[in-house]
């Protein structure tokens, strides 16, 4: 059973769910992919492991780095799995771009290269918001393509944990628009 708890961030209101084995998702208000693997059948409820959640929210929203964790269950393919789990090890306040990620998958899998489209597709489609730092992942040349939860909240995103930097643009076509 799922269940679910709305969080009025500084940037729009934010869906909450959870089990009972931790936080199934974490969605702005009509971002794409919203509540993609929710169950159809699921009950508003403010769980102990959502009031967490939104404890931890209220420590990243105030600019601070929050100093403790909240447990994660996500759905996935096994290699959406490995991206996301790469996603969770980039450091507060830090960017790396998609072929970086695609790089050290292919190192960890003993490969010469991996794609970064491949990549994006797998960031892209995270359902965990902000606690699996997908806003961190940027283009090569500065790019800030691809936030599922739009552009804008991606640049907020960044400058909270201020890791904006002048040479990131917003590409005139694209995934991010």
């Given at each position: 059973?799922?269940?679910?708890?709305y969080?009025d961030?500084?940037m729009?209101?934010?869906?909450?769910?959870a089990?009972?084995?931790?936080?199934?998702?974490?969605w702005?208000?009509?971002?794409?992919?919203?509540a993609?693997?929710?169950d159809q059948?699921?009950?508003?409820q403010?769980?102990?492991?959502i009031?967490?959640?939104?404890?931890?929210?209220?420590v990243?929203?105030?600019g601070k780095?929050p100093?403790f964790?909240?447990?994660?269950h996500?759905?996935?393919t096994?290699?959406q799995?490995?991206?996301?789990?790469?996603?969770?090890?980039?450091p507060?306040?830090?960017?790396v771009?998609y072929?970086?990620?695609?790089?050290?998958m292919?190192?960890r899998?003993?490969?010469?290269?991996?794609?970064?489209?491949?990549?994006?597709g797998?960031?892209?489609?995270n359902?965990i918001?902000?606690?699996?730092?997908c806003?961190?992942?940027?283009?090569s040349?500065g790019?800030?393509?691809?936030?599922?939860?739009?552009?804008?909240?991606?640049i907020?995103?960044l400058?909270?944990?201020?890791?904006?930097?002048?040479?990131?643009?917003?590409?005139k076509?694209?995934?991010?628009l």
């Amino acid at each position: 059973m799922q269940y679910i708890s709305y969080y009025d961030s500084p940037m729009g209101e934010i869906l909450l769910a959870a089990d009972a084995m931790g936080l199934t998702g974490l969605w702005f208000e009509k971002q794409k992919y919203f509540a993609w693997h929710l169950d159809q059948e699921h009950s508003e409820q403010e769980t102990a492991l959502i009031k967490r959640a939104k404890e931890w929210l209220n420590v990243y929203f105030s600019g601070k780095e929050p100093d403790f964790k909240v447990p994660l269950h996500y759905e996935g393919t096994a290699f959406q799995h490995e991206v996301w789990d790469i996603l969770k090890e980039i450091p507060y306040g830090k960017t790396v771009t998609y072929g970086e990620i695609a790089k050290q998958m292919a190192d960890r899998r003993g490969i010469a290269k991996m794609s970064a489209q491949a990549v994006g597709g797998a960031v892209g489609h995270n359902e965990i918001a902000i606690i699996i730092p997908c806003h961190r992942v940027i283009g090569s040349n500065g790019n800030l393509t691809g936030y599922a939860g739009g552009i804008d909240k991606k640049i907020q995103l960044l400058q909270i944990e201020g890791a904006m930097q002048e040479r990131y643009y917003i590409p005139k076509k694209g995934t991010a628009l």
